[in-house]
């Protein structure tokens, strides 16, 4: 499965590496100080549940890696109307949105068919 984490933070950058970590094809969307290391030097996880360190691929551009069959959306809610006005609009590869956040699932409805 192609997976985006969008928000590559604590939570993003967690369980995308434990998905990757399960053979996921996992593509991380970070910007800045965060996309730099991330391409550098990779991700180091300590958990109790084990420790791991592994390379990723990182972007700042959801669209250079499409498509998705799964969009991880590990944002602060704040930056969710946003986030989908900015990367998302009229994208042919994102078809389905799915959200357990009201946020997510208006801004989506929102932005699916704007031009």
């Known amino acids: 499965m192609k997976i985006l984490v969008m928000g590559a933070g604590a939570v ?15 593509i991380f969307c970070a910007r800045g100080e965060n996309l730099r290391v991330l391409r550098e030097k990779g991700l180091e996880i300590q958990s109790p549940r084990g420790d791991i ?33 900015w990367r998302f ?14 946020s997510a699932e208006k801004a989506w409805q929102l932005f699916r068919d704007l031009p």
């Not at 993003?12 to 996992?26: C, I, K, P, S, T």
């Not at 360190?53 to 109307?81: G, H, M, Q, W």
């Open 12 to 26: 993003g950058n967690y369980f995308g590496a434990r998905l990757q970590q399960a053979d996921e094809d996992v």
């Open 53 to 85: 360190a592994i390379r990723v691929k990182a972007t700042d551009d959801p669209n250079e890696f499409a498509s998705y069959d799964l969009i991880l959306f590990c944002v602060k809610a704040y930056d969710v109307l946003l986030l989908m006005a």
């Open 89 to 102: 609009r009229r994208r042919p590869w994102l078809k389905k949105f799915k959200s357990w956040n009201r």
